[in-house]
């Protein structure tokens, strides 16, 4: 266009600034960048320095108690064990609750008083051979810590941001209570980098192992009162109920064992450490119907992928986790076959005649505008010597012919290139020369779709796809 209808380009460009401009004003994210900046004291434009506005807010309360900062790098950096995810139960269920801690990690530094200052206070205590009268031990961490009860800088903070985000909530100000969550749940990331002048593997390893030791004991909390745990990840329970319910039975059920695994909390903590319990467990969701796949080509339940169905009537609707269809590195064919077949498994509907037309579909050039992969080059073209997966191959057949129409080549420096498998291989959309292969779709794309879900139900993939009927 800029060489043969100038004013078509600016038209075009006046509108790509107009469709921003929109997306920024219905997503408030000026207004929630201007509150960021209030709440950490940072330059509008420092978009990203979580470490910086840390220091900014917890230097000052520092200083008054007459402290001064380590220096940065002072302790070697240690990597800290992340968040607790568990061991999953494949399978096809029928109502699955899931129920989710509120700000896990900002809890349990507020609970056990985590903080860098309380770090030096509780090991100095601990070292005492008696307390002053009325003080309680410190708080017991892990990989050797102990946080001091006295007045702990960060538990407060936190506990202000709390009450500022709930009231931002009660008058629907979301931008302000996004921005205040985001920076509590920073926390934990900052004071596990070495980049952060407060970092000590004792700080983070005390907030993630203490998540992964309330994780564990949620779920046998949850066994004891006769309910199955197939699922857990970071923050987040997954409950087979194991009955019949309805969506409002289902959610009775679950809002009276999220009350009941926090007033669990609020006993134990109190016992066994003298504490005030922050950590607050909610009902998140019901699944009507819910599947735990497999790694595939193993019997072993896969992590962080699932698909639900919740929901009813006009509310319903398929939720996707980790699968094809909430992937960018998937066709559109895998993404709309998804959808398809677990629609149908999800209500209980044959999905042999939805799997056969899909498969004859692809075959017969019907859905070929389905077929596009489209994938990012991560690094320079050049970079690609050893291998040269499909769309490294893709792009440089791309290039190859701009440079011979006299074109400048466009993925030399990276960039996303939109390619198609064709019976000589991976050929970039723009420059196709080959006919496309569509076994290639039917069992690179179609398949592992399908065998994710097809064996929960006693059928497999192979009696439409190789023309073969199952025996049994």
């Known amino acids: 266009l800029i060489h043969h209808d100038k004013l078509a380009l600016a038209r075009y460009n006046l509108e790509d600034c107009r469709l921003v401009s929109d997306i920024f004003a ?22 990203g320095g979580s470490v910086a506005a840390f220091s900014h807010l917890y230097l000052p309360h520092l200083h008054r108690r007459g402290y001064a900062a380590p220096d940065l ?29 509120k700000s896990l990690y900002p809890s349990i530094i507020r609970t056990f008083a985590i903080d860098p200052l309380g770090l030096i206070l509780g090991l100095q205590e601990s070292g005492q051979a008696a307390l002053p009268p009325g003080q309680l031990p410190p708080v017991p961490g892990y990989l050797g810590a102990h946080f001091s009860r006295r007045d702990p800088i960060l538990p407060n903070l936190i506990a202000r941001l709390w009450l500022e985000r709930d009231k931002a909530k009660r008058q629907q100000d979301d931008a302000l209570s996004r921005a205040i969550k985001i920076l509590m749940n920073s926390f934990y990331g900052v004071l596990g980098s070495t980049g952060c002048r407060f970092f000590d593997p004792r700080l983070a390893s005390s907030i993630t192992l203490r998540g992964q030791w309330i994780m564990l004991e949620t779920r046998k909390w949850l066994e004891q009162a006769g309910h199955q745990v197939i699922y857990g990840d970071t923050d987040s329970t997954f409950v087979w109920l194991q009955r019949e319910a309805d969506a409002q039975q289902a959610e009775s059920i679950g809002r009276q064992l999220a009350a ?4 669990y909390w609020r006993e134990r903590l109190a016992r066994e450490f003298g504490l005030d319990s922050c950590l607050e467990l909610q009902f998140e969701r019901h699944y009507r119907r819910f599947l735990m796949p497999t ?68 075959r017969s050039g019907e859905v070929d505008d389905w077929l596009v992969y489209r994938k990012r080059l991560r690094r320079r073209l050049s970079d690609y010597q050893k291998s040269q997966p499909p769309h490294v191959r893709a792009a440089r057949l791309a290039d190859e012919a701009r440079i011979r129409a006299g074109l400048a080549p466009r993925y030399q420096q990276r960039g996303t290139i939109a390619y198609v498998m ?44 190789d023309g073969q009927l199952p025996l049994f």
């Open 295 to 362: 790694i595939r080509g193993t019997e072993i339940g896969s992590k962080k992928r699932y698909a639900g169905l919740e929901g009813e009537g006009e509310q319903e609707q398929l939720i996707f986790k980790g699968l094809e269809t909430v992937r960018t590195d998937w066709t559109e064919l895998a993404k709309q076959f998804q959808k398809g077949l677990y629609q149908r498994i999800f209500h209980d509907e044959d999905p042999g005649p939805f799997i056969a037309e899909m498969i004859h579909k692809t």
């Open 73 to 101: 790098g002072a302790i070697a950096g240690a990597p800290s064990p992340g968040g607790y995810v568990m061991d999953s139960r494949p399978g096809l269920y029928r109502h699955v609750l899931v129920l989710d801690y």
């Open 26 to 47: 219905h997503c408030h994210l000026i207004e929630f960048a201007r509150l960021r900046s209030q709440l950490t004291g940072l330059e509008m434009d420092r978009y």
């Open 260 to 263: 009941g695994v926090t007033a």
């Open 422 to 465: 064709t019976t000589q291989g991976a050929e970039p959309l723009e420059c196709r020369t080959s006919p496309l292969d569509y076994e290639h779709y039917v069992q690179k794309q179609l398949r592992p779709v399908a065998e994710a879900i097809l064996p929960f139900v006693g059928l497999n993939f192979s009696a439409w796809s």
